[in-house]
């Protein structure tokens, strides 16, 4: 007998034996989802094989009509779950079941909470189902084969939750799954075909597939379930119940979604879409290649789960389902290379998801709080991404702002321009790798004496946001770190005279500062934004800005060199002494001290730390012995 014909025990991973701890102590609330977790499973093995079938027919080993089986047995205490799906090899086993979402399961500790109720939720977040079989069973045996492989492939995969299960290779003349529970003490409520059945038609009446039972009195299996397409039935026929249960089915999400779109398109292209935004972020949000799209069916068969073709990236989040009536039933060939209609279909489910987005930012704005939280940042890629939705996509989008100095933004930019000070024309942000960077920002200082309110952008892809958002409703959006500040009519003449005075007042003061800064700045002028700060940096308008530079360079990107602007502030105390300063070599570490204070004000990094400290230990002394 060979290693691979031998059977084995296997440990769990370390994280999986914490998970299965979690699943029997915390979900006893709701211990009947066990068995919508086995069934959608179930439905997804049995649409892989006919995806894969599409282009194999022989995969179906004689049997294409699939369907699902519950059976239980009072006497063995046993409620089996069998499919004649795709099936898993040896090595699908012990990476489907052995492991837990492969990438997430460092993320999945560090998210849970040690609050019960919260955790059970994270369960279905990183797509972990299958382990819910263990609330109400204390042994489960899996004997599964892979369409393709012939009847000795068959694996046996047998544990009773604990450290370790054992793997099998067994004899299996079918292809597909068969899942096994062993019931706990106290579970026989579950051995009744009326539990069973009202628990199926409760969570799974939507799916496609037939799920079959003997019940008492009868002599042949009988579907207990509507086995007919949710998305295919008139909107007034479905309960918001059978939305929410069909979402977590399709999302395999614990948790019911904030919104939903069901919608038929009829005309040159025949297509029907249900399609939901969830309540939080998968786990994979940010993966490169995820693991869950919209499920893409041709007039009822499924055929292929995509992302990218069926939804643009920015909408990833998006799950559902999308059926059409036209596209060939070989599309998953021709959908990787190009495909007109998919594309028209792509353009219309985006609209349909904005629109959906749109009429909960209006009639439920708590709601759109939680979706903004939880999926802002993917949303602001659409500015750039979709150039069409550009000006929908900036509707949607809500900020942090000095109106509020909170982390969580709540303003949208037609709030923004609704608040704007009368003679103001242009929306002025400002960008940092932090909020509170962007927050505590000596450039606000001008706008907070004013009044006018500054938009506080710190996540990373508000750089890419406000590149490809030049303006909104006519009003350009300006940095109020770029350029020579010009705030047009919120300037009084008084103030513009001072300023020229200033510039005539300071100029060699100004010249002896660029001198000594010569090496570090292409320039130096007084500042017309700074209130309370001695310095600041700025770029010239057209230039690359001081933040994108740095996120530009940690991601190892070649950035031309550039110099920034020192803008000074004559009224402060220490440009005062600084211009009282007659040794020439003091004035020189003295105003490299300025340049290094405004530079790590805008989140930079000096050059010679240890020589900044020296030189400010020079100058606290010397102010120390006046």
């Known amino acids: 007998m060979t290693t691979e014909t031998q059977k084995e025990t296997l440990g769990f991973q370390a994280e999986v034996k914490q998970l299965l701890r979690l699943m029997i102590h915390s979900l006893y609330s709701n211990k009947e989802i066990f068995l919508r977790e086995l069934i959608s499973n179930a439905s997804d093995a049995c649409d892989k094989l006919r995806f894969e079938a599409l282009s194999d027919g022989a995969l179906y080993e004689g049997e294409s009509e699939l369907k699902i089986r519950v059976a239980y047995d009072k006497d063995a205490r046993t409620i089996t779950l069998s499919d004649n799906g795709i099936g898993m090899s040896r090595n699908e086993v012990i990476e489907n079941i052995g492991t837990i979402a492969r990438s997430g399961t460092r993320e999945f500790l560090d998210r849970l909470t040690g609050d019960q109720a919260k955790d059970a939720h994270l369960i279905g977040q990183f797509g972990v189902g299958f382990y819910s079989s263990f609330i109400v069973a204390d042994k489960v045996t899996v004997v599964t084969r892979r369409a393709g492989l012939t009847a000795e492939h068959g694996v046996q995969w047998e544990s009773s939750g604990e450290g370790d299960y054992t793997l099998e290779t067994v004899s299996k003349e079918t292809h597909g799954t068969e899942v096994t529970l062993h019931l706990r003490e106290g579970e026989d409520d579950f051995l009744s075909d009326w539990r069973l059945q009202s628990i199926i038609r409760k969570y799974s009446d939507h799916i496609t597939l037939p799920i079959l039972m003997r019940l008492e009195g009868k002599e042949e299996d009988t579907a207990v379930n509507q086995a007919n397409a949710l998305w295919a039935r008139p909107k007034a026929d479905i309960s918001d119940e059978q939305y929410t249960e069909f979402y977590k089915h399709v999302a395999h999400d614990f948790e019911p979604p904030l919104a939903h779109v069901h919608s038929k398109v009829e005309g040159k292209q025949e297509y ?77 489910a985006s609209k349909k998801v904005l629109g959906m987005l749109e009429d909960l930012a209006e009639n439920d704005k708590e709601k759109y709080a939680t979706f903004w939280r939880e999926f802002g940042r993917v949303l602001k890629e659409g500015v750039g991404e979709d150039h069409a939705n550009k000006e929908r996509i900036a509707k949607l989008l809500r900020f942090a702002t000095t109106h509020a100095d909170t ?220």
């Open 407 to 626: 982390e969580t933004g709540d303003v949208s930019l037609a709030d923004y321009v609704a608040r704007m000070k009368e003679g103001q024309s242009k929306l002025y942000y400002v960008t940092a790798d932090s909020f509170a960077a962007a927050k505590n920002s000596p450039h606000l200082e001008i706008f907070r004496k004013k009044g006018v309110e500054v938009i506080l952008l710190h996540d990373r892809v508000d750089e890419w946001l406000v590149s490809n958002l030049p303006e909104f409703e006519g009003h350009a959006l300006q940095s109020v770190a770029k350029g020579d500040l010009d705030l047009g009519q919120l300037d009084d003449a008084e103030e513009k005279q001072a300023r020229e005075q200033e510039q005539s007042t300071y100029k060699d003061f100004v010249e002896k500062i660029q001198a000594a800064l010569s090496e570090q700045v292409k320039a130096v002028r007084i500042s017309h934004r700074l209130t309370d700060s001695p310095a600041c940096l700025v770029v010239d308008e057209q230039e690359m800005g001081m933040n994108l530079e740095r996120m530009l360079k940690a991601a190892g990107q070649n950035v031309p060199q550039s110099k920034p602007i020192l803008e000074v502030n004559p009224q402060h105390p220490l440009l005062a002494l600084l211009q009282n300063e007659a040794d020439a070599a003091r004035f020189g570490d003295f105003s490299q001290i300025l340049f290094n204070q405004a530079l790590l004000a805008e989140g930079g990094q000096l050059e010679d730390p240890a020589g900044f400290v020296k030189k400010l230990n020079s100058l606290m002394l010397a102010l120390a012995s006046r």
């Open 272 to 348: 029907t879409m249900l399609l939901y935004a969830p309540a939080h972020a998968p786990f994979d949000l940010w993966d490169r290649q995820p693991r869950h799209g919209i499920k893409l069916y041709v007039r009822r068969v499924f055929i292929m789960e995509d992302l990218d073709k069926l939804m643009p990236h920015y909408l990833r989040f998006v799950r559902g389902v999308i059926d059409s009536n036209d596209l060939p039933l070989n599309v998953s060939r021709e959908i990787l290379q190009h495909s007109k209609d998919i594309d028209a279909i792509r353009a219309g």
